[in-house]
């Protein structure tokens, strides 16, 4: 009879706590139907196509023939030497890559959202050059990656909330110069 009444008040708690499926509706639904809806502007550099793919393959993009949104972003690549041997060479660096992203409504020109996104990877530096730069290549991929799983994590979010537009005085990204 308990574990009857605990079920019953763990279910009647749960149908209350406003949680609701973010793709609910499949291909059809709100938030799949606004991704598709977004292009990729360009990107700059290696990790600019490397994210700028990795966006296109999770947003669905070209799905849609006439967009509705444009996703704005600009990347930081950085490199640092964190811990030093005693002949004072380098043997760990940390990659960062950070995006500053920008969605913006084509119809208006606003932008819609404004956010960032960010990862970090740790990174052995050893005696081969060959296989210090491999590694390198290989935690941008990752990250690059990451960085967009969370861009459109918070794209699906404002999708599926129907946020109004963030206020008019954020500035605009600049417009990429790069291409692919």
Do not use: H
């Not at 206020?167 to 692919?180: D, E």
Request: contains cysteine; proline residues 4%.
């Amino acid at each position: 009879m308990r574990l009857a009444l605990l079920l019953a008040a763990g279910a009647l708690a749960l149908s209350g706590c406003g949680l609701r499926p973010l793709y609910g509706g499949g291909a059809a639904g709100p938030v799949q139907a606004t991704l598709a809806a977004i292009q990729v502007a360009p990107i700059e550099g290696q990790s600019g196509w490397l994210v700028s793919n990795a966006l296109r393959d999770r947003l669905d993009a070209g799905a849609d023939a006439a967009p509705r949104y444009r996703l704005e972003v600009k990347l930081d690549d950085t490199i640092a030497g964190l811990g030093v041997r005693s002949d004072d060479s380098v043997a760990r660096e940390r990659r960062t890559l950070r995006a500053r992203y920008q969605l913006v409504d084509l119809a208006s020109g606003q932008v819609v959202l404004d956010a960032t996104a960010g990862s970090d990877a740790g990174i052995d530096v050893v005696g081969s050059e060959y296989a210090t730069i491999a590694a390198e290549k290989s935690a941008l991929e990752r990250l690059s990656g990451i960085v967009a799983d969370q861009i459109v994590a918070r794209v699906a979010r404002f999708a599926q909330s129907g946020s109004a537009a963030v206020p008019a005085n954020v500035p605009a990204l600049p417009a990429p110069t790069g291409g692919q």
